[in-house]
Structure formats: structure tokens, C-alpha cells
């Protein structure tokens, strides 16, 4: 793999970026590996790291890089064996192993372990991404933006940025090309990656290890989660990516992580490689206070409404269960995140914090045209945009929160063929896909808590949202049929008969409409109704808007971190999360929440057994785990400072989502554990980095072992690590 040429020809503006002098916070920084600095470099050094950049990555041999990967949709994961063997979080392969499950043969609440490769289960549209290049085409972007309107240059900027996706991607080779916007449109980097698409299931704790505290424990520390599945990349004969054959082999990866047993102590220097998701560290006052104010408390007042009802079907049975827990997992993972984010927000008032900052810059640029108007700018499209947010997350969260008004939604392109002439073979293809989407709806959906679902959230809207927003006519034709408006009743009776009336529970009339497909069939449908009602509404009258407020607050964002970097030239500054690779740095670190209450760096076996509670839905475990635990037959895992089983320990990296799977390296670049969380007192990190409470929870990759070998019985996937034992 080489790097292109034009990422060293970096000059001017962007030389600020990475190679100045400066400070940011110890450990604050999600650094692109590619473009390290030297700066960073040295304060890696001076906090313990013992590799050299070329080990960090390299763009001529193997390196660590080359073992990190993008897993799924949306996590991380690292190469461990040199047979494409990976390790990543349990929550990360959650939805294939659930597809895999079934209630005879349930992997998730069984948990599963391959002895052998013939054993391994392919995972149902799984894949994973290694990275091959990178190319700063900032020049090539900015060249054809100049002079545009904010709308102009949002709509050129996907056009030209699609145009080099495409020709950097091979689809023959499978390879993708993605670029990614820094600093708010201040710089153009495409990232070039190889996709495997034959990714098999090696191992995985049963649920009650591996979701060991369930919500309860969500975003807090002390955690004692076995967050971890075991994965298996494989390729052709030639080491090509190729779809599942019975005849791939496994990958031989250019690197593999080599697997640490020496443990963690206080102090400890931590390196975290990965692919985080998001952050807005460059948000402005005005998007803390919409956030405060508005989006977040919305989307958790829906969320733990819909997360209510889906409990209550899934405590009934089993299957059950099994067929709702990957959304529930989902919702509910970012409904606590969400909670603690507004509570941090104005807890260390960040709004306060960002007023400070952008009075010192309307104050610097007072004088030049360029940048003098940027926060008299942002205050006018958000007094334009703000009185909408909450319709909108009502509608999306909301609304839409019913897989039903989801599924449906997705069938008003299909109206619009319908009804526009000469459209005939595209509404065909539509509803083609349309039949596909049902059967993988049908699959996935639970009747029962859909229907009260769909009435929780009319009503929500209903009592929440202006009137002047609503749907026309939508409310007053529910009052006219079914009653008074302020009475719970009266909703649910109407989704019942949504449920009981739409074709889209019925084969039969499905089946006709597809024959013999239909505008008014498709509009007279009770569910069609709702979501085409609530859709238009949205798209007519507020999407609009929302597009003109994000071209300006875009072009704005750009500007602001333009005239940053003019005004402070001599800060270090790292790019906002974008889901391309990045590194931090810290270390294991305890820390003080509130006043007299101190956490430890790590948490043990012991914490687990003081946590366990028979039977319960958060808290049960398996008898065979019980029983190891009780005899302390931890073997080579045992941690020698705490006399007992390290199971998760703490850093000051600084992560985010995306990072979820991440490996956690020592010094010296070996497995230590992996991420998986952060801690409740620093959830506002996607905006604001907290540099005295941040922590990432990580588990102990001790515990990882522990439970494939002792738990699982699976030795043979320790024989493929390169172990490095304690001196």
C-alpha cells in the first residue's frame, strides 16, 4: 500500500492543523494517524508510548494500522491472529448473531464458540473495511466551489465529492472510496478502503456476560460488561475479498495485533486506534441551547416511551424477546446517552463556555468582512429554524418510530410512480422492492407493541407540537371517527383499527395490490394514510427550511473554524469525528465523580458476584460462570495486583461512538482490552471533551480470554494469538 503523493504537498492554511505548536487538553484529540504531527507525536512519547510513527502507521509496511478495521455499520474491530481472526464488541455483531439465532438454537442467550473453522457461521451481511489510502484532494474540491451561495456550495460540493468517490473506487476490486469533510468543509480528504464481505462467526459470550447489567448499567461505571464477539475474515484462493464460498479461506492479514497477559495498573499509558463516528466539538452556542433545549429532551421522552412498551412484550416470552432485542438494544442505547448529554451540557454550562469564546471572535473580526457577520448570521438561522426542530424529531423519532409508519413511508415513492404518467416500469421496480422491505418487516415486527407504539406516539405528537404544525386535517378526522382527543383511549382505539384495516398485514391483499397496483388502493390504506400524511406534511412544509438552515449553518461552520485558525494560529487542533480512522492517547486513570466517592481503575470478578441477582433480567449468569468463579480458576488471566479477575478497566482516551470494538494498546502497541462505553459524567464529549471526568471503559482483554477459554472451552482460538506473557 503507498500513500498518495499530494497528502505531503499540504501547505499554507491547513500546515496549522496538524504540525504547530500548541496545546489541547492531555488527552483530548481524536489525531488522523496519516497526519500525525510531530507535536503529537512527542506528547505521545512523553506519556509513554515506545513505538515509533512507522510502527503507528506506515505507508510502505505493515504497521498497526493495518490490523484495525471498520466492523459492520458502524464499529471497530482489530485483526488478532494471522488467520483474519477479530475481535470487536459483543453489541457490535448483536444483529447478525440475533439473525442467526433461532429459539431452538439461541446464540445470543446461549452464547457460541467454533472449534474448528468448519464450525464458524457465516454472519448475515456482515463485512468489514481495511483502509489502503488516503488522498487530500482539499485543492480539487475547492477549485469548483468558489463564489457559490451557501445553497449552491452545498449541492456542488455532493456533486464534486460523489464525482471522486467514484473515481477512486473499483467496484470489481471492491473497493470503496469515501471523502471525508474536516473541519466543517476546510479540508477534503478521500479515504480509500477494501471491502471482505465473507465474515464468519467465531465466538461470542452468552448475552448475560456480554450485556452483563443491561441498561441498569448503561454509560456507568463501575461496569463488569464481557463486551466482546470473536469474528473471522476470509477471502479466495488469491487472497482477493470475494462473497461467502465454502471454499474461502481465511485472510492472511498484512498485520496482527499481538495479545498482552501482563494487565493493567494506575498510570498505565493507553492507546486507542479506530474509527470514532461523531463529535461537534466546533458547535456554537446557538446548536448547545437547540440541543438543550429542544432535540434532546424530545428524543428521550419518545424513546423511553417506545422503549416501555417493547419491554413489556418482550418480558412475555422468549421468542419474543429474541425478535425485538437488536432495536431495543439500539433505542436504548443512545436514550441514556442522550439524557446525560443535555445533563452534562448544563451542568458545566458549555453553553456559557462557547458565548466566551465567540465574543472574543466576533470581537476579532469586527474588521474583516469575511468573518464579521458569521454570529449575527448564526442568530438569524436559528430564530428561522429553531420553532420546526421539535416537529422534526417528533416525526422521525416519533412518528416514525413505528416500524409499521416506518415501512409505510417508504411506499409514498411508490404513490408518486403511481400517479405520475409514463412512470409504469419504475412502479413496477418500486413495488418489487417494496415486497422485498415487507417480508424483512413482517419478519421483524411485533404486532402487539407496534399498535401501542403507534398510539403513544400520535398522542405524544398530538400534545406536544403546536397545532399549527400538525398534519392538515390528520387530528380532526381521528376526533370525528373515534373520539375525544385528550383521552389515551381514543388513540388507541385508532391504531387498532389501523392495524386491523391496513393491507399490510394481510398476504391476500397485498397480494392484489401488487397485481394489480393501485394510487387509491394504496391512499385509502389506513397506515398509508398516517405516514404519507405525517411525511408530506414534514417534507412540504419543513425540510425545506431545514436544508436552507443546514447549507448556511454549514457554510457559517466553515467560516468560523477559518477565522480560528487565523486568530489562534499557534493551537493545536484535531478534526471533528467522521468515522475515518483516528488515534488517542491517555492513560489508566481512576477518578473522583463527586464529593468523598472515588472509583478504582478496574473493576474485578469480585464486582460480578456482589452484582448478580438469580434470574434476573439484567443481572443472571450462567451456572458453569458461577461455578469457575466461585473455585477463582482463573489460570494465566488472573490479574497479580488484585489477587482476582480484571474484567473491564478505565483510560483517559478520548472516543466516541464508532469506536465501539476499538483496541486499547499499551506502549509497546499490544492488546489490553477493548473499548466499549464511556462514563456518564463526560457524556457531553461529542461536543465538549471533559478533561477531568472523561473515561473510556474498556474490557480487560484477560476477561476476554478468560471467558473464550475457561467459559467457552474454546482453547483453540487462544492457540491462533500471539500471547505476551508477563517477564
Given amino acids: 500500500m503507498k500513500l498518495s503523493k499530494p497528502l505531503w504537498k499540504i501547505a ?171 473541519y466543517k468543509g476546510n479540508q477534503f480528504l478521500v479515504f480509500v478502503y477494501t471491502r471482505y464481505t465473507d465474515i464468519r462467526l467465531v465466538g461470542i459470550p452468552p448475552e448475560s456476560v456480554g450485556k452483563f447489567g443491561g441498561d441498569t448499567d448503561n454509560w456507568e461505571w463501575p461496569r463488569h460488561t464481557g463486551d466482546f464477539s470473536v469474528w473471522r475474515v476470509y477471502a479466495n484462493h488469491e487472497g482477493k475479498s470475494a462473497d461467502y464460498s465454502p471454499d474461502n479461506i481465511p485472510l492472511k492479514p498484512k498485520y496482527a495485533l499481538p495479545v498482552s497477559l501482563k494487565g493493567v495498573k494506575e498510570g498505565d499509558y493507553a492507546m486507542i486506534f479506530g474509527y470514532p463516528g461523531s463529535t461537534n466539538r466546533y458547535e456554537t452556542s446557538f446548536g448547545v441551547k437547540l440541543k438543550t433545549d429542544v432535540e434532546d429532551p424530545a428524543i428521550v421522552n419518545l424513546r423511553d416511551a417506545r422503549l416501555k412498551l417493547m419491554m413489556d412484550r418482550m418480558k412475555t416470552s422468549p421468542a419474543v424477546r429474541l425478535q425485538l432485542a437488536s432495536s431495543y438494544a439500539g433505542i436504548a442505547n443512545y ?96 413495488i418489487d422492492s417494496a415486497s422485498k422491505m415487507r417480508d424483512v418487516f413482517l419478519k421483524e415486527e411485533d404486532q402487539p407493541s407496534d399498535l401501542k407504539i403507534l398510539a403513544a406516539m400520535t398522542q405524544m405528537f398530538y400534545t406536544d407540537i403546536p397545532r399549527d404544525q400538525y398534519p392538515v386535517g390528520f387530528f380532526e378526522g381521528i376526533k370525528n371517527k373515534y373520539g375525544d382527543l385528550g383521552s389515551a383511549a381514543t388513540f388507541n382505539t385508532y391504531a387498532s383499527a389501523v392495524f386491523s384495516n391496513t393491507f399490510v398485514f394481510s398476504d391476500a391483499k397485498w397480494k392484489a395490490f401488487v397485481s394489480n397496483p393501485d394510487a387509491n388502493v394504496l391512499q385509502e390504506d389506513p397506515a398509508y394514510a398516517q405516514a404519507s400524511a405525517f411525511v408530506r406534511s414534514y417534507n412540504g412544509r419543513y425540510a425545506p427550511l431545514f436544508s436552507q438552515f443546514m447549507a448556511t449553518t454549514n457554510n457559517l461552520g466553515r467560516l468560523y473554524i477559518k477565522g480560528s485558525m487565523l486568530q489562534f494560529p499557534d493551537k493545536l487542533r484535531y478534526p471533528d469525528a467522521t468515522f475515518t480512522m483516528r488515534v488517542s492517547y491517555g492513560n489508566v486513570k481512576s477518578y473522583n465523580p463527586r464529593d468523598a466517592v472515588h472509583y478504582d481503575y478496574a473493576c474485578t470478578m469480585k464486582g460480578i458476584l456482589e452484582k448478580y441477582v438469580p434470574g434476573d433480567y439484567e443481572f443472571d449468569l450462567p451456572a458453569k460462570f458461577l461455578d469457575l468463579a466461585h473455585k477463582q480458576d482463573y489460570g494465566m488471566y488472573k490479574d497479580p495486583v488484585k489477587n482476582d479477575l480484571s474484567v473491564t478497566f478505565i483510560t483517559t482516551n478520548d472516543i466516541t461512538g464508532g469506536n465501539s470494538g476499538s483496541p486499547v494498546l499499551n506502549d509497546k502497541g499490544e492488546l489490553i482490552g477493548l473499548a466499549f462505553d464511556g462514563n456518564y459524567e463526560a457524556l457531553s464529549h461529542k461536543i465538549a471533551f471533559d478533561p477531568v471526568y472523561n473515561r473510556t471503559i474498556c474490557v480487560d482483554i484477560r476477561y476476554v480470554l478468560w471467558c473464550i477459554d475457561k467459559l467457552g472451552g474454546a482453547d483453540n482460538i487462544i492457540k491462533e494469538l500471539k500471547l505476551v506473557k508477563p517477564v
Avoid at 503507528?56 to 509496511?61: A, E, F, G, H, R
Avoid at 462557547?354 to 448564526?378: C, L, R
Wanted: aromatic fraction near 12%; hydrophobic fraction near 40%; proline fraction near 3%.
Fill in 335 to 430: 436514550w441514556k446517552f442522550y439524557d446525560g448529554e443535555r445533563k452534562q451540557l448544563l451542568k458545566y454550562d458549555v453553553y456559557g463556555q462557547k458565548q466566551a469564546d465567540e465574543t472574543k471572535f466576533t470581537t476579532w473580526a469586527a474588521d474583516k468582512p469575511e468573518f464579521s457577520a458569521v454570529f449575527s448570521d448564526y442568530a438569524k438561522a436559528y430564530t428561522t429554524w429553531s420553532p420546526y426542530a421539535k416537529t422534526r424529531i417528533y416525526t422521525i423519532e416519533g412518528i416514525l418510530g413505528s416500524p409499521l409508519m416506518q415501512f409505510c413511508a417508504s411506499l409514498v415513492r411508490v404513490e408518486q410512480l403511481l400517479t405520475t404518467a409514463g412512470r409504469e416500469a419504475d412502479a413496477k421496480r418500486a
Fill in 12 to 182: 499554507g492554511l491547513f500546515t496549522f492543523l496538524f504540525l504547530l505548536m500548541g496545546r489541547a487538553y492531555a488527552d483530548e484529540g481524536m489525531w488522523l494517524p496519516m497526519l500525525l504531527g510531530q507535536k503529537v507525536y512527542d506528547n505521545m512519547v512523553k506519556r509513554g508510548l515506545k513505538l515509533t510513527k512507522d510502527q503507528l502507521y506506515s505507508i510502505n509496511k505493515a504497521s498497526l494500522k493495518d490490523a484495525v478495521v471498520i466492523f459492520g455499520g458502524g464499529c471497530t474491530g482489530e485483526i488478532v491472529s494471522n488467520l483474519g481472526l477479530i475481535f470487536t464488541n459483543h453489541h457490535c455483531g448483536y444483529d447478525a448473531v440475533a439473525a442467526l439465532s433461532t429459539v431452538e438454537h439461541n446464540y445470543l442467550h446461549d452464547g457460541f464458540y467454533a472449534h474448528s473453522l468448519q464450525e464458524e457461521l457465516p454472519g448475515q451481511g456482515l463485512s468489514v473495511q481495511f483502509l489502503d489510502s488516503v488522498v487530500d484532494v482539499t485543492t480539487q474540491v475547492e477549485a469548483q466551489l468558489q463564489g457559490l451561495s451557501p445553497a449552491d456550495r452545498m449541492k456542488k460540493q455532493s456533486q464534486v465529492i460523489a464525482d471522486i468517490n467514484a473515481k477512486y473506487s473499483d467496484p470489481s476490486a471492491k473497493t470503496e472510496a469515501r471523502v471525508s469533510v474536516l
